[in-house]
């Protein structure tokens, strides 16, 4: 019979989880709206690093635009995020050899 051995795939899942960690640790993305009005820095944990808005943004005096260009412009940053984990994720969990992974 094929050995299944389960502590071994905890283990190999833990170190899996761990590198997962630090990977998003160091994960950072752009993302911009507005055609680079409103630029968001994002780790892999989602944290905003940082907004950049160009200075004659501020001078439009339309907040309710602004507003939306710094919504839109975290809202890709985190789908960039996504997209980067997915990635990693599947690099690293396709060679565990588990079912529907």
């Known amino acids: 019979m094929g050995g299944f051995n389960l502590q071994d795939l905890v283990s190999q899942a833990k170190r899996q989880y761990e590198a997962l960690q630090k990977k998003m640790e160091e994960t950072v ?33 339309d907040l309710e635009m602004l507003q939306d260009l710094v919504a839109a412009a975290i809202n890709a940053a985190g789908r960039k995020v996504d997209e980067a984990m997915q990635s990693t994720m599947g690099g690293m969990f396709g060679g565990m050899g588990i079912p529907g992974l």
Do not use: N
């Not at 409103?38 to 907004?51: A, F, S, W």
């Open 29 to 61: 993305v752009e993302a911009s709206s507005g055609g680079g009005s409103v630029t968001v820095k994002m780790d892999g944990r989602k944290q905003v690093l940082g907004i950049k808005i160009e200075p004659d943004m501020v001078k439009a005096e």
